[in-house]
Structures are given as C-alpha cells and as structure tokens.
C-alpha cells in the first residue's frame, strides 16, 4: 500500500470502542467543513460534513462535533470496525470551494 | 456509477519529458481541481476550474499546466518534471452550491528521476 503520511499522529483503538479523531482549523470566517477517510492505495473518501450554523451532526455511526470558539472540529465513530483502518483529514472551505486541509490522523483498530 | 477517473494510475518519468495525467468525470460537476499529496504536507492545491475555460492556480502551481476545454476533463501538465515533482496526484470534482464537497479520483504516482 501507499504511506500518505510517514509522522502522522496514530489513534489505536480496540475493536468494538468508540473513535474520537479530533482536528483544529485555522480560519474563523470557514462556512463548511468536512471529514475524508483515506485508505492506503486510494483517494480520499467523503464521510460526513457540516455547516458552520450547526455544531453538531450524525451520520451512520459517525457524529461530526463542531466547536467554533475555540475552533476545533472532532470525528466520532461509534463502534469502530477493521474497515475503518485508515487515515483521517478534516477539511475547511477556504473561498471559492477551495478546501484547506489537516495533516490526517491515521487511526489503527486492534482486533 | 458516479466516479472520478484518473490515468496513468503509475508513471515513472525522467527529468525534461513532458507529461499529460488525465482527469474525467461523469457527475456533470462544474468546479474540477489537482492536488498533489506529500508525506507531512497533507493535499495541497495544485490548480482548480470553476468551469469550461476558467482555472486558476491553487497553493502550489509552479511547474504545472492545466486546461479545462470541457466539463468533464481538466488534464494536469507537467511540461519540464522534475524530480521534486514525485508524488501523489488526486483529481477531485465538485458541484459545488450549499454542499461544496468534492469526490475524489483514485490518484496517479508519479515518479520522476
């Protein structure tokens, strides 16, 4: 497989526990953010996304927390599977659909 | 089914060849980008297109070309790659409007000696 990101922060979870994947942005004037998955070998995969007028939003066992104080957006799974083994960004919507993303976490499942 | 299609999936070039990687998609999205993806530096913007004939660059356009003839292509050129242009290379298409998310291709890895 690839490796996207040989110092990425890891997150190893048990099988069967709850995932929070946390991510701090930039820009205060962002509107929209959302949450990509990206598996080893193929490109980034939407998950779930959220407007700046809501802080909070529920997907099929992800929950997306939006914290605009302090500027901190989080990735709840619930439940976490071997498939969700992957590596994690949070994106904001910079000006012109322009997305300015995170670093990535990767996030590792122990069976 | 809804895609982003990119081609070469893997090229290994060498200094001064020019090199076209194609992007297609067949979601009728009107807003079209490039990123390239470094470990440590995240997805970073290479160009991007609003619409037919409207590009303009992104965080990091020297030494690429783009072209956006019609909706459904936007080619990324690379006329003189160097070696600093090894990398992973992600095409993404959105509609853009209230939910400006944008799909990704499944990349291109270049390799330039």
């Known amino acids: 497989g690839e490796s996207v990101g040989l110092h990425l922060p890891t997150l190893s979870v048990q099988e069967g526990d709850n995932s929070i994947i946390n991510c701090a942005y930039s820009n205060s004037a962002s509107d929209y953010f959302i949450w990509y998955k990206q598996e080893s070998g193929k490109g980034p995969q939407f998950i779930i996304d959220?407007?700046?007028?809501?802080d909070k939003r529920q997907g099929q066992r992800v929950t997306v927390l939006l914290n605009k104080t302090v500027k901190h957006l989080s990735l709840q799974i619930a439940a976490t599977q071997p498939g969700d083994s992957a590596v994690y960004f949070c994106a904001q919507e910079d000006s012109s659909y322009k997305l300015i993303f995170g670093s990535g976490t990767r996030l590792l499942v122990r069976p | 089914e809804a895609q982003v299609t990119q081609n070469p999936r893997y090229l290994i070039t060498v200094t001064g060849k020019k090199l076209t990687v194609t992007c297609s998609q067949n979601m009728n999205h009107e807003y079209m980008s490039w990123y390239r993806q470094d470990p440590g530096l995240g997805l970073r913007q290479i160009y991007y297109?609003?619409?037919?004939?409207?590009?303009d660059k992104g965080d990091v356009p020297e030494g690429y070309k783009v072209s956006r003839k019609e909706k459904r292509n936007f080619p990324l050129i690379l006329e003189s790659p160097s070696p600093n242009q090894t990398s992973l290379y992600f095409c993404a298409s959105s509609s853009g409007g209230v939910s400006p998310k944008q799909y990704f291709g499944p990349g291109t890895r270049l390799t330039v000696t």
């Open positions: 959220i407007r700046s007028n809501m």
């Open positions: 297109s609003m619409n037919v004939e409207v590009t």
